[in-house]
């Protein structure tokens, strides 16, 4: 795909199919429990399928199970997993909602089995038949340094990608040139910005796809507020934080999730004390860390002890690596499942987190970071979350600079909506463990006849 209404159309085209197959796995659902259709069951589903249809379409896309070319087979397969759930789960209450009783919760069972089916197999299809020998031509711009940076991120995120890396000192002729010969562009984000302007118009000329790596710069004017001075356009760039409307809506949306997760992990909580006490009996069951909140006020942040007691006695403030051998047997387990973030669930009842934001920090890492980085006091400027931007976009290997920047920008674009979206798509990152622990994807890298040669 060469340009960006094509990827439009292919996005489109993608989501169609996989409504149209949703509907024709209830369809088959029918008739796999039914001899003959009764034809209440059948006018319930009828009266509910514009809404399954809505629901799907919702976490199809949220889960960006249309980025054929960003997922591997198994991301997709994880993904559509939690989107059919949920989808099925909803599809129970709307029913019960509109009160269309008679769609049989057996069909809706059969239905989310044979969708998860007909979905992998296509999308399974897709890949291997129509993107198996498409490359995703990209040009990218950067110093050496930034370059060998972002080619290990794109090996990453990004499947069948040929990349051509070019100096941003290049002269203007030669990147235009390059444009045209590619499919889309990365610019870092030390480029000029001067030159960056004239990339941008270029590209977009060229109905080329244009990646920017953004700077603090570029992240403060993100959702800035468009006035005039007489008669010509200015743009206010209000400070980091949110304002008291939205703090007002987080807080309420906080309390609610919270009690109801409070209710729903109960049980799951007591099982989870016993079990760490029966692995080591000796030691406590909760984990108690004093961690740097809302405008760099201390809180005491409660986890589920995952690593054997006193495990910093002799080392002091150290981060867990790979394999940790700190970690406890019942810790690694609750660790790959996240399940030992449970508690912190009454941090957000005691308004000291939010379900949603940067996570806390210890005060011995903020410290630091504040001196390496100086836009790092901005992550304070809102509560800590359970979950976060950078965690759905991260992985276990993103450094501090990147998820900041997550972090920068989910404090600068917050919305109730956003926050809807990361805590649905949270359910897909912990089922997937290459986002704690990273993983390899083949990426080619190559050059034009003046730009440096680097390994990929």
Same mark, same amino acid.
């Given at each position: 795909?060469?340009?960006?209404?094509?990827?439009?159309?292919?996005?489109?085209?993608?989501?169609?199919?996989?409504?149209?197959?949703?509907?024709?796995?209830?369809?088959?659902?029918?008739?796999?429990?039914?001899?003959?259709?009764?034809?209440?069951?059948?006018?319930?589903?009828?009266?509910?399928?514009?809404?399954?249809?809505?629901?799907?379409?919702?976490?199809?896309?949220?889960?960006?199970?249309?980025?054929?070319?960003?997922?591997?087979?198994?991301?997709?397969?994880?993904?559509?997993?939690?989107?059919?759930?949920?989808?099925?789960?909803?599809?129970?209450?709307?029913?019960?909602?509109?009160?269309?009783?008679?769609?049989?919760?057996?069909?809706?069972? #059969?239905?989310?089995?044979? !969708? &998860?089916?007909? *979905?992998? /197999?296509? @999308? =399974?299809?897709?890949?291997?038949?129509?993107?198996?020998?498409?490359?995703?031509?990209?040009?990218?711009?950067?110093?050496?340094?930034?370059?060998?940076?972002?080619?290990?991120?794109?090996?990453?995120?990004?499947?069948?990608?040929?990349?051509?890396?070019?100096?941003?000192?290049?002269?203007?002729?030669?990147?235009?040139?390059?444009?045209?010969?590619?499919?889309?562009?990365?610019?870092?984000?030390?480029?000029?910005?001067?030159?960056?302007?004239?990339?941008?118009?270029?590209?977009?000329?060229?109905?080329?796809? #244009?990646?920017?790596?953004? !700077? &603090?710069?570029? *992240?403060? /004017?993100? @959702? =800035?507020?468009?006035?005039?001075?007489?008669?010509?356009?200015?743009?206010?760039?209000?400070?980091?934080?949110?304002?008291?409307?939205?703090?007002?809506?987080?807080?309420?949306?906080?309390?609610?999730?919270?009690?109801?997760?409070?209710?729903?992990?109960?049980?799951?909580?007591?099982?989870?004390?016993?079990?760490?006490?029966?692995?080591?009996?000796?030691?406590?069951?909760?984990?108690?860390?004093?961690?740097?909140?809302?405008?760099?006020?201390?809180?005491?942040?409660?986890?589920?002890?995952?690593?054997?007691?006193?495990?910093?006695?002799?080392?002091?403030?150290? *981060?867990?690596?790979?394999?940790?051998?700190?970690?406890?047997?019942?810790?690694?387990?609750?660790?790959?499942?996240?399940?030992?973030?449970?508690?912190?669930?009454?941090?957000?009842?005691?308004?000291?987190?939010?379900?949603?934001?940067?996570?806390?920090?210890?005060?011995?890492?903020?410290?630091?970071?504040?001196?390496?980085?100086?836009?790092?006091?901005?992550?304070?400027?809102?509560?800590?979350?359970?979950?976060?931007?950078?965690?759905?976009?991260?992985?276990?290997?993103?450094?501090?600079?990147?998820?900041?920047?997550?972090?920068?920008?989910?404090?600068?674009?917050?919305?109730?909506?956003?926050?809807?979206?990361?805590?649905?798509?949270?359910?897909?990152?912990?089922?997937?463990?290459?986002?704690?622990?990273?993983?390899?994807?083949?990426?080619?890298?190559?050059?034009?006849?003046?730009?440096?040669?680097?390994?990929?």
């Amino acid at each position: 795909m060469s340009n960006m209404k094509e990827k439009k159309t292919l996005k489109s085209l993608l989501l169609i199919v996989d409504i149209v197959l949703i509907m024709l796995a209830y369809i088959a659902a029918f008739y796999l429990r039914y001899d003959e259709i009764p034809q209440r069951n059948w006018e319930s589903f009828v009266s509910l399928m514009p809404w399954i249809a809505l629901l799907a379409l919702f976490f199809l896309s949220i889960n960006e199970l249309y980025s054929i070319n960003r997922k591997t087979i198994w991301d997709m397969i994880r993904s559509l997993f939690v989107s059919m759930t949920l989808l099925s789960f909803l599809t129970m209450s709307i029913s019960f909602l509109f009160r269309e009783f008679a769609l049989p919760r057996s069909v809706i069972l #059969i239905a989310y089995i044979l !969708s &998860l089916l007909f *979905l992998s /197999l296509w @999308k =399974s299809t897709f890949v291997f038949f129509g993107h198996r020998n498409e490359k995703i031509r990209m040009l990218l711009v950067a110093d050496e340094e930034e370059a060998a940076k972002l080619v290990s991120q794109i090996k990453t995120s990004t499947l069948r990608t040929k990349i051509t890396h070019i100096q941003p000192n290049t002269e203007l002729s030669r990147i235009f040139q390059l444009i045209e010969d590619h499919d889309s562009i990365m610019l870092s984000s030390n480029t000029d910005q001067e030159k960056r302007t004239q990339l941008l118009y270029h590209a977009m000329k060229a109905n080329k796809i #244009i990646y920017v790596v953004p !700077s &603090l710069y570029d *992240l403060l /004017l993100s @959702k =800035s507020a468009i006035t005039q001075l007489d008669d010509s356009m200015v743009m206010a760039v209000k400070p980091f934080g949110l304002t008291i409307d939205e703090r007002f809506i987080k807080r309420v949306f906080d309390i609610l999730l919270s009690g109801i997760g409070l209710i729903f992990f109960t049980p799951l909580m007591l099982l989870t004390f016993i079990v760490i006490k029966l692995d080591s009996p000796r030691g406590s069951v909760m984990y108690k860390q004093k961690r740097i909140g809302q405008n760099n006020k201390v809180f005491t942040i409660l986890k589920f002890r995952t690593m054997v007691e006193d495990a910093e006695v002799h080392t002091g403030p150290t *981060l867990a690596v790979q394999n940790d051998p700190r970690i406890t047997r019942v810790g690694r387990f609750l660790r790959r499942w996240r399940l030992d973030e449970i508690p912190q669930i009454i941090n957000v009842l005691k308004g000291e987190m939010s379900i949603v934001g940067p996570r806390p920090e210890r005060e011995f890492f903020t410290r630091t970071l504040n001196q390496q980085y100086e836009s790092y006091q901005y992550r304070n400027t809102v509560k800590p979350g359970i979950t976060g931007y950078a965690q759905i976009m991260g992985n276990y290997t993103t450094n501090v600079q990147d998820k900041l920047v997550f972090d920068l920008y989910y404090i600068r674009n917050y919305s109730l909506w956003m926050d809807i979206v990361i805590i649905l798509r949270t359910l897909s990152v912990v089922m997937d463990r290459t986002k704690s622990e990273g993983h390899k994807q083949k990426t080619e890298l190559t050059k034009p006849n003046n730009a440096m040669k680097m390994d990929a």
